[in-house]
């Protein structure tokens, strides 16, 4: 692939930014050296396009044009549009931290009567004291070559550290709220860290929202830890305005007999690229992984999985959805390695997508890479359009159309809702679907 | 009086344009039961198909009138709405939406076509389930997915059951007694004799003399070729049983 010859503005903007935000981005020495390693393997090949593989449908040096400069801290106007923003997730009890314009806003976050073994920290404060546990997990990750987390990596100002004790079953789930407030575009890099302790077991939302009508860019990324023995439901959902650019990375790394459910939901921003990067490091763990998203316009919405079974005696199960309208297009790139030792692996993956117009597009690759010889793995990829003997079907029974194609949409879309075992986030997602399908015409 | 169903001179083709219907008069008077059998290959799902408007089945010539209203210038759901109900030969199944669902959605939607009052949940799950128990569907089975994993029974059981929900005023029952053993036929037979009515017409279209045996029909048609080439009262259907379509076949040859 190589460095590209000539850097287009969007590159150079990011190094201004980085040159000029690096001795006020929070952390030591340490950190710092992390920052300028992670900017310098960046600056190396620049903003990723077609001929790098790993975003081949996604040319985001062919489509972000400049870099934005980076959001301010918020001030009092921005914490009162983020504390009456939209909430998904209103009434449902959760714990609500949030991060506003790329910053952790304590006195908006509920942080009231923590539970006993858990802390909750901002990540700018976790940074400046140079926690060694967060200097190596920002260093060297899963994807040492991924671009955009690098760019996350040099840039990272704030987010959330979430620590929960071994053992400790948190009953209440937890819900990081990042809201965009701007309309001014600009630009946001947050990392978050979530640890969970062996035995330990939590429920972690995210959620990434902001206004329409604004080109604001986020580069956000997650990592979750999780020791053996322990339970992580994690939930992102993508609500981002119609102009923006969202890139977002998870790292998850799994230990043994754990269990790690991963649901994804995209219904916004005009350019989404969700990657995954999970390792499955300890014998015996379960990962079930969906994802559905919900396309119109000309949104392009990418999902990128990586998933390493490193473990013997691991079942990983992933499911994407994908609904695409009007002239918008949806990737979806999917790999699972199963490494020499990791006998007995069993892996399934399955892509769907619905087309809605002539025009929409739905790219999917799936990948298989097995190094084991006793092992269970499979994929399958389904592209197409609403069945007509179906919707003849419920049109005569008396439903008309578009009630009938909206029945077929909820039911195509239900089996990754169905993913979330907790009753308040697969109402809210069907909410949120059911939003979405009363906006069509 | 306006006959319940009048169709007149009807020529219908499937995309491709092969000529399926080819010239057919039928009328259907309220509280009558029609039986239409026939040879396969006659036509007689394309007639059903071509009443309830699937797409893909065109219509070159003729009129149908339900109640005098234009039949064919209706969309499917709007024939629903009047009163067109089609239990179909194979019913299909759709992941996803709940039996409950999908009977709420349909009879919710034909009560507001025709300006009527919603019914409330609950008055609607008693309705059905009041339904159900005649049909013996349990309950479990309107929690799962519409029609998925259900037997060949369990499908005609819940065709009936929507058809005695809907109350519709033209029944179209397309080879109802397909993929059924006899127990699950006298179910079935009962429930759609139990909504004979005089208010109320069917077309019982089937290939096999059995079905007749249960539900039994004022007037058979035999169907060859597109068209109705004899018409009888229901000893026409055990004569059928005797002697085969064959003749019939060539007749319309």
């Known amino acids: ?441 | 009086m306006t006959a319940l169903l009048e169709i007149k001179g009807l020529h219908a083709e499937i995309a491709g344009g092969r000529k399926i219907i080819q010239g057919l008069d039928l009328t259907v008077n309220k509280g009558e039961i029609h039986a239409i059998m026939g040879p396969n290959g006659a036509g007689k799902s394309t007639l059903s198909y071509v009443l309830a408007g699937k797409p893909g089945y065109e219509v070159t010539a003729g009129e149908v009138y339900l109640n005098g209203e234009d039949l064919l210038a209706m969309g499917p759901n709007e024939r629903a709405a009047k009163g067109v109900f089609l239990a179909f030969q194979y019913p299909l199944e759709i992941p996803g939406v709940a039996t409950l669902t999908f009977l709420r959605a349909a009879f919710n939607a034909q009560r507001k076509a025709r300006g009527e009052a919603e019914l409330s949940s609950p008055d609607l799950i008693k309705r059905v389930r009041e339904i159900a128990k005649t049909l013996n569907i349990d309950a479990d089975m309107l929690k799962r997915p519409l029609n998925v994993g259900f037997s060949g029974g369990e499908k005609k059981r819940n065709e009936t059951l929507q058809m005695a929900l809907l109350q519709p005023q033209l029944c179209v029952l397309d080879e109802t007694d397909s993929g059924l053993d006899i127990d699950a036929l006298k179910v079935v037979a009962n429930g759609v004799n139990a909504l004979r009515s005089a208010e109320r017409g069917m077309l019982v279209i089937t290939h096999y003399q059995r079905l007749l045996d249960y539900i039994v029909p004022d007037i058979v048609h035999v169907f060859a070729a597109g068209r109705v080439v004899r018409t009888g009262g229901k000893e026409l259907a055990r004569e059928l049983e005797a002697t085969g379509y064959a003749q019939y076949q060539n007749e319309a040859a």
């Open chain 1, 1 to 441: 692939m190589g460095a590209p010859i000539r850097k287009t503005k969007a590159e150079m903007g990011l190094a201004d930014l980085y040159q000029n935000a690096r001795r006020s981005l929070p952390g030591g020495e340490e950190i710092s050296a992390v920052r300028d390693s992670a900017f310098d393997r960046f600056n190396a090949v620049g903003l990723p396009h077609r001929r790098v593989e790993a975003w081949r449908y996604t040319d985001l040096r062919g489509r972000m044009k400049e870099a934005k400069r980076l959001a301010s801290l918020p001030d009092d106007a921005a914490k009162t549009k983020a504390r009456e923003a939209d909430d998904l997730f209103a009434g449902a009890g959760f714990r609500r931290l949030m991060i506003v314009d790329g910053t952790f806003v304590a006195e908006l976050s509920d942080l009231a009567d923590l539970e006993a073994g858990l802390t909750i920290t901002p990540m700018a404060e976790a940074l400046v004291s140079d926690q060694p546990l967060l200097s190596q997990r920002l260093g060297p990750v899963v994807p040492d070559d991924d671009p955009a987390l690098a760019l996350n990596t040099a840039l990272a100002g704030n987010g959330a550290v979430i620590c929960v004790s071994p053992g400790t079953i948190l009953a209440r789930p937890i819900h990081v709220s990042f809201v965009t407030t701007n309309w001014v575009a600009t630009s946001m890099f947050t990392r978050s860290l979530v640890n969970i302790g062996s035995g330990a077991s939590a429920t972690i939302v995210e959620t990434h929202q902001g206004p329409d009508g604004s080109e604001y860019q986020v580069n956000t990324a997650m990592q979750l830890v999780v020791g053996d023995e322990a339970r992580i439901d994690h939930v992102k959902v993508t609500r981002e305005g119609d102009g923006a650019l969202h890139i977002a990375t998870v790292l998850a790394n799994i230990g043994a007999r754990a269990t790690f459910n991963q649901l994804g939901f995209v219904a916004g921003g005009v350019l989404v690229r969700n990657q995954m990067f999970v390792r499955l490091a300890g014998e015996g763990t379960t990962v079930d992984i969906r994802g559905a998203s919900l396309l119109r316009g000309s949104q392009h919405a990418d999902t990128t999985l990586a998933i390493e079974h490193s473990a013997a005696n691991c079942q990983s199960r992933e499911t994407f959805k994908a609904v695409v309208a009007d002239t918008a297009q949806a990737v979806f790139q999917g790999k699972i390695t199963v490494s020499p030792g990791a006998q007995k692996t069993d892996a399934k993956m399955m892509c769907r997508a619905l087309l809605l117009s002539d025009e929409a597009e739905a790219d999917s690759k799936p990948e298989l890479e097995i190094f084991a010889d006793d092992v269970q793995c499979g994929h399958g990829t389904t592209t197409g359009a609403i069945d007509e003997e179906l919707r003849f079907y419920l049109m005569a029974r008396g439903i008309p159309e578009k009630d009938a194609d909206a029945l077929l949409i909820q039911a195509f879309v239900g089996e990754v809702i169905e993913g979330a075992a907790n009753e308040s986030i697969r109402s809210a997602l069907t909410d949120a679907m059911l939003g979405w399908l009363g906006q069509r015409e």
